[in-house]
């Protein structure tokens, strides 16, 4: 196997080191990917402005063309991880083929939405000034959809299985071999010629490849497919397929409308003044910064819930819940406190201008809110994904972000700028985190395993 084999699920007890163990690695391997954001922006620093805009805009672009096709992948964790608790290892091989090829057959379909591209990024609101250098450095990275659709299965499998280790190296070797490529193609070396903006997308499309190449490696050696099968081809099945998607479907569909909701959110912000602007994008670094220890328990808790669902231990599964939420919450509150502390001194870090120094250090004080039902809805989501508990949690997302977000955005927004319409925001994440919670409370995501 790739990853430690574990005991039998049916009779182990929930340990808080069991959820932090998963959790460590993944928070790792998202500093690998913050890193070579901070390096390829680093590096459109020298082109200029418009390079750097471009470049930085990009990365979130792409994710949110691609989120609906990214949700419906990542479904697979959920099936990998309760039938390898139910000890039903090749079904984890079955279902892993599957989704390669819903993987590999999405990221051609992707390739069709180059064709309105350009619309695209005018309705996502990049800036007329550089929006030309963005089509080109989106462009590219999209035309790796195929191949990075299915290296982001492979990701998702090895999640299932509760190897959390594997990805965090390949991730850390995936940025070291992106710097040199990004920098060679950027601004050219020996037969290769400088390709500026574009360049940054061809280095990072090639270590994708390479990525790709590092996954393949570990999920189909020897040690995974004597175990899960996962050198045997299989037929696609129809209905392996519709019970697939009965699960991940509505957890692609809540990552499209999250997206696209947050997306109005920051077209919302680009019509304030220029100092509230700023004071936002200040703001959105350290939301995502703290944010990202949530989504590593998150997803840490979808892999350990699911497991203990398959394996029928209900009771541990609700402990490693609580044991989530709880490391969630904790971490968030005490980021959230510590921002507030040092608001002054963190805005100033970022801005010279005394206005927005000021409104960026009131925001913080909206954010430490922010972050505790921020932490509770992550976590609480991760838990009923891993139980296969996905459609509820869409509608709730629909309704908190469309319905109650987005019109509280214009409504409080427009008596209190920048400051309601974060409010807007914490409102909102407030009324998704509660009912998140309430669904976990009722208890129906007990009974609801994939192999009920």
């Known amino acids: 196997m790739s990853g430690t084999m574990r005991s039998d699920l049916s009779t182990q007890q929930a340990s808080v080191r069991e959820v932090f ?51 419906l992948i990542s479904g697979l964790t959920t099936f990998v991880s309760q039938y390898y608790g139910a000890q039903k290892y090749t079904a984890c091989g079955n279902i892993l083929w599957h989704t390669i090829f819903l993987a590999f057959v999405t990221g051609l379909f992707s390739l069709l939405l180059l064709l309105p591209l350009w619309d695209l990024l005018v309705f996502i609101g990049i800036n007329p000034e550089f929006i030309h250098e963005t089509y080109d450095y989106v462009r590219i990275r999209m035309m790796a959809a195929p191949y990075f659709f299915v290296s982001y299965a492979l990701l ?42 574009a360049g940054a997308a061809i280095g990072t499309i090639i270590a ?15 040690d995974n497919n004597q175990q899960c099968a996962t050198r045997q081809l299989v037929k696609p099945v129809l209905e392996t397929y519709k019970k697939y998607l009965k699960i991940s479907l509505p957890v692609g569909l809540s990552w499209a409308f999250e997206h ?9 912000i ?44 209900i009771q541990s599964a609700e402990k490693s819940a609580y044991y989530s939420m709880f490391m969630a919450i904790g971490c968030l509150v005490s980021l959230g406190l510590l921002f507030f502390a040092l608001r002054y001194l963190l805005a100033s870090a970022f801005s010279d201008d005394t206005a927005v120094i000021e409104i960026t250090a009131n925001l913080f004080a909206i954010g430490a809110v922010y972050q505790v039902f921020d ?57 998704m985190g509660s009912f998140y919670f309430m669904r976990f409370r009722g208890g129906k995501w007990k009974s609801m395993g994939i192999m009920k």
């Open 270 to 313: 680009g019509t304030l003044s220029k100092e509230e602007a700023a004071a936002n994008a200040i703001i959105q670094v350290f939301m995502n910064i703290a944010f990202m220890p949530g989504l590593a328990i998150s997803i840490a808790a979808t892999t350990i819930v699911g497991q203990y669902i398959g394996a029928n231990n």
């Open 156 to 197: 998702s499998y090895l999640r299932g299985l509760g190897d959390m280790k594997t990805p965090a190296i390949i991730s850390a070797i995936t940025v070291f071999i992106n710097i040199p490529l990004t920098y060679i193609f950027t601004f050219g070396c020996w037969i290769v010629p400088a390709f500026g903006v």
């Open 260 to 268: 696209y909701g947050w997306l109005v959110f920051g077209a919302y």
């Open 21 to 71: 163990s998963l959790a460590l690695p993944i928070i790792l391997s998202m500093l690998s990917l913050s890193l070579l954001g901070l390096v390829d922006t680093f590096f459109m620093g020298w082109i200029g402005p418009n390079a750097q805009a471009a470049v930085g805009l990009g990365g979130p672009s792409i994710f949110s063309i691609f989120s609906l096709f990214l949700g």
């Open 375 to 431: 932490a509770m809805g992550a976590t609480t989501a991760g838990v009923l994904r891993g139980a296969g508990d996905t459609r509820f949690p869409m509608l709730i997302q629909i309704f908190s972000i469309w319905l109650v977000m987005i019109p509280l955005v214009f409504i409080l927004g427009n008596r209190w700028g920048v400051y309601g319409a974060w409010i807007a925001s914490a409102i909102a994440i407030a009324v």
């Open 208 to 222: 994708q490849g390479l990525e790709l190449i590092l996954y393949a490696s570990v999920v189909f050696n020897r």
